[in-house]
């Protein structure tokens, strides 16, 4: 078993606005290129060319159709871990392998001491734990822990791959664990969620939910057009207009 | 560049770095400040055709990351799914490695490896001789490369009309539909005002194009609370966060849109003031049937049209700024009965044949949804009108205080364009965007630099004499048609080029129709050619229809035992499913290995604010004995010595393309590149060659960009100041405005000649098609496949797009992409499913009436119930893209293309086409789908005989480990 810190300093996550994200791949394959010469190089390819390509992937987008009152909708889903504050997989971690920092709460393994039981992955719920077979050990987000501190990267860069590359913007970084941040205020101002908050690992990440749209587009509420009725119909009212 | 768009994405208060003045000290041993690259290398991507900045990091002679360039005009730092995979594209397996001779037959994959020197010995010997008897005999045609004003030129010189690049099977239809209306069109040509706009609407959009510039917009309009609406069929991807989503019946998305025009006609919200200055609306037309110039415009002696001075009384030139014209009646002038151009147009769109009642039906949408998006399309644009206070004047030297604004922006794409009806529908489109007013007004849709050019722009069509020996053509084999005696046909109306672009059956054919040459090449139709040479395009497999018939014409033989198709020449950087079928392949470099010029003479980067251009350089030395293509064709025409590529002694003029993209000069001081001309490179757009220009576009981080004055962002077709830098960079011949043709003459012209009048007239067979398609005035009709087949037997529409993450063929190679994507399913409506007692996984027959293919459902709500549809081109051949013989791709995979025809339905001669462009109407599919035996579930159907692999291929790997290397204190 491994402990949790008490508290943590700050509460660095992502939050993802599912009202913007297109499912376009960006932030899956952004955060596959820097991690997999990063912190936990490499994110092993097994039989990348053959019939069953099975490779580590620290952020996956799941695509599916959801029936609401106002109809039906396509959502992307954006997945990965979320450094929940009480995460089951730490705490079930027989080597302390799994852990999570005080200072930023970000949650790592330490590969050295990760035997490959698989305990992680069998506790968190959000499937976010990913096992390298051909390294043996578990692997995970890691917030890009080698970007967002890192000294040789322009100071404006220092943030998850997967925040930069993201095409419609739908991704945010920063502190969760402070009210005034700018990221809490946009989950203030939305609505952010937490995922399956009733499991009681409390979530650091957020998920922006969709905003309401209606089938008949009350957004842009207009008033039905009137068929032009005086004398001599459109032809005569384009004459009265320009003379 | 406004300041919003000026400012990379993904800047928002909650996307910045923490700020920290140093890691936290956390103890954890943890690295956090490793070394990312030795060197970072600025160039542009080319994962798609979208053209963005990409930074390249190289650690230990490797590539380390590529991310977006912050600066660049087309992405602001953001990279998309296909870039960030770029790494495994640059590494792929299926590389080719070196030339290739085949030793066996064609399309066995059999072949020996040859040197350079003789490979380019066998191409300059054959192309030789061709050039010396009969240089129509070279047909030339390449993909979707970006150096189309190199191609060209180089076909052009080498003297064959038969040249194109893949503009034909993808997207002519709206770049002819745009360029004959408004003189420019979507993507390239122009851009939704993303940071104004309120309301947009989306057409049929692939959603593998204009990636990046596409979803960086959706995201501003989200986050301004804009409303964004979609047409599609299809609920994915954009679509899937349209606010309304509006899933069409494919095909009907003119019907659609004309109904739109009239209920905005019956209420009068359109916007007469534009329509004056702007368009031809005023202008007076011809209407004396049975004369030979019915349905033109009335002219005065100068030859300028003329419009009805309502003030005056009398008919004067439409271009006078100061008239006050008549926008309706019947005017007598000179004896000739006339009508404005506005006038005819209003009495074919009231009818009620457009009425909203009466095309909900056909198009699958409700009566009262066509009616509400009217309404909302018109109280955007009228009451919601916006005003920037900037003061501009126009091309007569009138001053506006302002520059008012309409803020609703529209884009449409491959949905619209890949029917038999696309020309008309993208013209009813651009018809709807300008009665709004909103074509290059602030909110509105603008051009980018260097459009709007006249509509249709020129030149013509270069080949009338069908290519002579030792002659170079009078000048560029593509170009835009005016009238039926600009077209590419002999006397008796044959075509003269093997496509038949430019012909009776493709009139306005301005890129050429590259999805017909196989089959014409080998049925000797109009004549048999000696050697096709084509460059990066899947034509043996996903890039042409009927691919099976495709296939068995490459390999045919006559009586002699000969191909039918005696030689073909191949480039490409990568073993696709065409490379067996060529006799000898030209290995390319990957797009890190090479120099590109993105050039203002052929598909630019630039933004609405200001015209752009970018390069690439090489990153790596490929580590293969390949070469890029473009420098091959270099010294091709060096070998052959065409004019323009040798010196007066011989000897070659361009040491290979950086030299070439440098030093060469289309029209006295302009080149390949706009940036940094002059010999010190003081100057832009037109100026002497600057040696140095290489580095300064590389110090630039790989392009150029030049920001338009703030007067002149918007109404560039009437923009004085706009006008004169368009001159100034050649853009344009002429600072005179560019009108935009509501109503098309050039199309009346080729109706005139089906009516038996002009010099040029279509054979008898010819001229009822003639008549009916080149309407002056957009008009709809049902698409071609289902007026020909029993749609009963054929009741569901087939479509295919492209995923985000993939771009035509190349993402299959790619073992991070393919991992996302290695099976296409067809994708049912549950609905239309549950009918057809078809459940999810089920695998199905797809049949149309040109055979059927196998593959495995999905079943989704978000999808029109009439309406299946899958992924293009995951589904591969056995041997091909250096996938394993049990990759999911080519077993479980399928391929739409196998059952879509490349003839039209019923229709004896013809291509499956629009019969106005050619382009290639890949949607016009009709299909029936049907649960096959549980025997044949489980695997896809037709299958082919495996490729061999060339010489030297390495095995595919077990096992990738990527950038094991790049971790400290790992051994990789």
């Known amino acids: ?243 | 560049m406004s300041e919003a768009s000026r400012r990379p994405a993904n800047s928002a208060p909650s996307q910045r770095a923490l700020g920290l003045a140093r890691a936290p000290a956390e103890g954890d041993g943890v690295d956090t400040s490793p070394d990312v690259a030795d060197r970072v290398a600025k160039t542009t991507c080319y994962m798609c055709a979208c053209r963005c900045g990409i930074d390249v990091h190289i650690k230990d002679g490797k590539v380390r990351y590529i991310s977006g360039n912050k600066d660049h005009p087309v992405n602001r730092g953001v990279l998309c799914g296909k870039g960030s995979a770029g790494i495994m594209q640059h590494y792929s397996p299926a590389r080719l490695t070196k030339p290739l001779l085949r030793s066996g037959p064609r399309g066995s994959g059999e072949f020996r490896e040859i040197e350079w020197e003789e490979a380019l010995g066998i191409a300059t010997e054959r192309l030789s001789r061709i050039r010396q008897t009969d240089p129509k005999k070279l047909a030339f045609f390449t993909g979707r490369d970006q150096s189309q004003s190199l191609t060209g030129w180089w076909a052009s010189k080498f003297g064959t009309p038969n040249f194109a690049a893949h503009g034909g099977f993808c997207s002519v239809n709206m770049a002819a539909g745009g360029l004959y209306t408004i003189g420019g069109s979507f993507w390239e040509f122009g851009e939704p005002d993303w940071d104004r706009t309120k309301y947009f609407m989306l057409f049929g959009v692939a959603e593998d194009h204009d990636s990046n510039p596409i979803k960086i917009g959706l995201g501003k309009l989200k986050a301004r609370g804009a409303k964004v609406v979609s047409v599609n069929p299809c609920r994915t991807g954009y679509n899937a966060i349209a606010d309304d989503w509006i899933g069409i019946r494919p095909g009907t998305d003119g019907l659609f849109v004309l109904a739109l025009v009239h209920e905005l006609l019956k209420a009068g919200k359109i916007d007469l003031d534009y329509l004056i200055a702007y368009t031809n609306a005023p202008v007076l037309v011809i209407q004396e049937p049975g004369a030979d110039d019915d349905g033109l415009f009335l002219r005065g002696p100068d030859d300028r049209p003329l419009a009805w001075d309502r003030e005056a009384g009398t008919a004067v030139s439409a271009l006078d700024p100061y008239i006050k014209p008549a926008l309706t009646g019947v005017h007598q002038v000179n004896g000739r009965r006339c009508v404005p151009v506005f006038q005819l147009l209003a009495e074919r769109y009231l009818e009620e044949t457009y009425s909203p009642d009466a095309v909900a039906e056909r198009c699958g949408v409700d009566a009262s949804t066509i009616r509400r998006i009217a309404a909302e399309l018109a109280d955007v644009a009228f009451e919601q009108a916006i005003e920037l206070p900037v003061a501009w004047t126009d091309w007569a030297g009138r001053r506006h205080a302002t520059m008012r604004g309409r803020p609703v922006a529209m884009h449409a794409m491959r949905g619209i364009s890949a029917h038999t009806n696309g020309f008309h529908t993208c013209r009813a489109i651009h018809l709807l965007q300008v009665l709004l007013g909103t074509v290059d007004v602030p909110g509105g849709f603008r051009f980018k630099p260097p459009f709007p050019k006249l509509a249709p722009p020129g030149p013509k069509p270069a080949g009338k004499d069908g290519g002579r020996p030792m002659t170079p053509l009078s000048g560029m084999p593509l170009g835009f048609v005016t009238g039926p005696e600009d077209l590419l046909v002999d006397e008796a109306g044959k075509p003269l080029r093997i496509d038949k672009a430019y012909s009776w059956e493709a009139p306005l054919a301005a890129h050429g129709l590259m999805h017909t040459v196989i089959r014409n090449a080998w049925a000797g139709d109009p004549y048999p050619i000696d050697t096709l040479f084509l460059y990066m395009a899947n034509m043996a497999w996903n890039s042409s229809m009927n691919t099976v018939e495709t296939i068995r014409m490459l390999t045919d033989r006559d009586e002699a035992g000969d191909y039918k198709i005696p030689f073909i020449i191949y480039s490409d950087a990568y073993y696709s499913e065409t490379v067996p079928y060529a006799d000898l392949v030209l290995p390319d470099t990957t797009y890190l290995e090479r120099h590109d010029c993105i050039s203002l003479l052929d598909r630019p980067i630039s933004h609405a604010d200001g015209p752009g251009d970018a390069i690439r350089h090489p990153i790596l030395a490929p580590d293969r004995d390949v070469r890029p293509f473009q420098t091959v064709l270099i010294d091709l025409g060096g070998r052959l010595g065409l004019p323009g590529f040798v010196n007066e002694d011989g000897t070659a003029k361009y040491r290979d393309y950086a030299d070439y993209i440098v030093n060469h000069e289309r029209l006295p001081g302009i080149g390949p590149l706009a940036g940094w001309r002059g010999e010190d490179g003081e100057t832009f757009g037109s100026g002497k060659p600057n040696p140095d220009q290489l580095q300064r576009y590389i110090d630039n981080g790989g392009f150029w960009h030049h920001e338009l004055a703030e007067d002149q962002r918007f109404y560039k077709m009437a923009n004085r100041s706009y006008l004169e830098f368009a001159v100034r960079m050649g853009f344009k011949e002429r600072t005179g405005p560019v009108h935009f043709q509501l109503y098309s003459e050039p199309l009346q012209k080729f109706r005139l000649a089906a009516r038996g009048h002009g010099k040029a007239v279509p054979p008898e067979a010819e001229r009822a098609r003639i008549e009916a398609c080149m309407d002056p005035l957009p008009f709809w009709y049902a698409p071609f496949e289902e007026t020909a087949i029993d749609t009963e037997r054929y009741p569901l529409h087939a479509l295919t797009q492209r995923p985000m993450h993939m771009y035509h063929s190349w993402g299959s190679q790619n073992a991070w992409l393919r991992q996302i994507t290695n099976q296409n399913r067809l994708f049912v409506n549950r609905k239309t499913a549950a009918k057809l007692g078809l459940d999810d996984d089920d695998w199905v027959w797809i049949e149309s009436i040109n055979g059927r293919v196998k593959g495995q459902i999905r079943l989704v709500d978000g999808v029109n119930p009439d309406t299946v549809w899958t992924w293009n081109a995951i589904g591969k051949r056995r041997g091909a893209w250096g996938l394993k013989d049990d990759a999911g791709e080519s077993n479980r995979g399928f391929l739409l293309n196998h059952i879509i025809g490349d003839k039209q339905a019923g229709a004896g001669g013809y291509s499956n086409s629009d019969p106005v462009t050619g382009q290639a109407a890949w949607f016009d599919l009709r299909v029936r789908i049907e649960k096959c035996s549980a025997q044949e579930a489980g695997f896809t159907e037709p299958q082919f005989e495996r490729f061999a692999q060339p010489p030297h291929f390495s095995p595919t790997a077990e096992k990738l480990s990527f950038g094991a290397g790049f971790r400290k204190g790992r051994v990789a």
């Open chain 1, 1 to 243: 078993m491994t402990c949790l810190p008490a508290s943590t300093e700050r509460k660095l996550g992502l939050v993802i606005d599912l009202d913007t994200c297109v499912g376009c791949q960006a932030c899956v394959t952004s955060c596959k290129e820097w991690n997999t010469g990063g912190h936990m190089a490499p994110l092993t390819d097994i039989d990348p060319y053959g019939g069953r390509p099975d490779g580590v992937w620290f952020n996956r987008v799941h695509s599916y159709e959801h029936v609401t009152e106002a109809g039906g909708r396509t959502v992307h889903f954006p997945r990965s871990c979320l450094h929940c504050e009480e995460p089951a997989c730490v705490t079930v971690c027989p080597t302390g392998a799994s852990y999570k920092r005080t200072s930023d709460g970000i949650v790592l393994v330490d590969e050295d001491k990760c035997i490959g039981c698989k305990l992680c992955s069998w506790a968190c719920p959000y499937g976010a734990r990913e096992f390298d077979t051909d390294v043996g050990v578990m692997k995970k987000c890691t917030l890009c822990v080698d970007r967002i501190y890192n000294d040789n990267i322009a100071p404006e860069d220092r943030v998850p791959a997967c925040v930069a590359a993201c095409p419609t913007s739908a991704r945010h970084f920063g502190d969760l664990g402070d009210p005034d941040s700018a990221i809490s205020q946009l989950v203030a101002e939305r609505g952010g969620v937490e995922l399956m908050p009733e499991l009681g690992y409390k979530p650091t990440n957020r998920y922006l939910p969709p905003r309401a749209r209606t089938e008949n587009g009350a957004k842009a509420a207009a008033p039905a057009l009137e068929t032009l009725k005086a004398e001599g119909g459109f032809l005569g009212w384009v004459d009265r207009m320009l003379s």
